[in-house]
């Protein structure tokens, strides 16, 4: 990972609401209840969360960790080969539905010969399987327990969500990455652990919680609507 004796640089990018449009979960849950992996009642269950939260009901985060709290509660005794399936099926409907700031950052950054990783919050299944699309050097998602015949046992062994800049640190150490002139991306306040240890954080379509916090610390808030891109003034940024 190392050229010429330099480190090489890192850059940290979100999935859900930064690089794909929707939510990666939420397209997993819906064809899992369609392949009758997860009762019909899941699927009713995620169009109530989703019109809750078009309907302002609640926050945009309160709305992910539903879909994580409801896809742990159906995956108790499932095959992963099952969730493994799903993922794969689900991908090719959706790999191209992202947004443009972050397709152009991330050619951008490849050519000047970044490594480029994702953490998310959305099961590993479907993120692993979302980048052989991306072609990412390096992907972490959620990890939930399997047993010796590869059913899940209801377990979480890994929440990046949680960790996220404890993650990204971590990678960059075991593989002699520098954070110097390193950027970063996400669009709630989970994405803020790892925000904060890059040269360039960028708050991407944030979240109130995450406004905040880059305001307050002077962050890059970049907003994608349509298809028009700006920039939030921000009178504390460093950037």
């Not at 809750?52 to 742990?72: C, D, F, P, Q, S």
């Not at 015949?149 to 520098?178: C, D, M, R």
Request: hydrophobic share 35%.
């Amino acid at each position: 990972m190392i050229s010429n004796g330099v480190n090489k640089k890192i850059a940290v990018f979100d999935i859900d609401g930064t690089i794909y449009r929707k939510n990666l979960a939420f397209e997993l849950l819906s064809e899992l209840a369609w392949m009758k992996i997860f009762p019909k009642s899941v699927k009713d269950e995620l169009v109530r969360l989703y019109s809750n939260w078009l309907e302002h009901e609640g926050t945009y985060e309160e709305y992910r960790n539903a879909l994580v709290k409801l896809y742990i509660q159906n995956l108790k005794g499932c095959k992963q080969d099952d969730v493994i399936e799903a993922s794969r099926l689900v991908i090719p409907f959706h790999k191209d539905r992202t947004y443009i700031f972050a397709t152009d950052l991330i050619k951008k950054l490849r050519k000047k010969g970044y490594t480029i990783i994702a953490v998310s919050g959305s099961p590993y299944e479907i993120v692993r399987e979302y980048n052989k699309h991306l072609k990412f050097d390096a992907v972490f998602g959620s990890v939930y327990e399997v047993d010796k015949l590869g059913i899940y046992t209801g377990k979480t062994i890994f929440e990046p969500t949680i960790h996220k800049g404890h993650v990204v640190k971590q990678y960059a150490i075991e593989n002699n990455l520098s954070l110097k002139d390193s950027y970063g991306i996400g669009d709630t306040e989970s994405d803020a652990k790892f925000l904060e240890i890059v040269d360039n954080p960028i708050a991407f379509n944030p979240n109130l919680n995450l406004k905040k916090i880059a305001e307050s610390k002077g962050w890059r808030i970049v907003v994608e609507k349509k298809d028009v891109i700006y920039e939030i003034s921000n009178s504390n940024s460093k950037n």
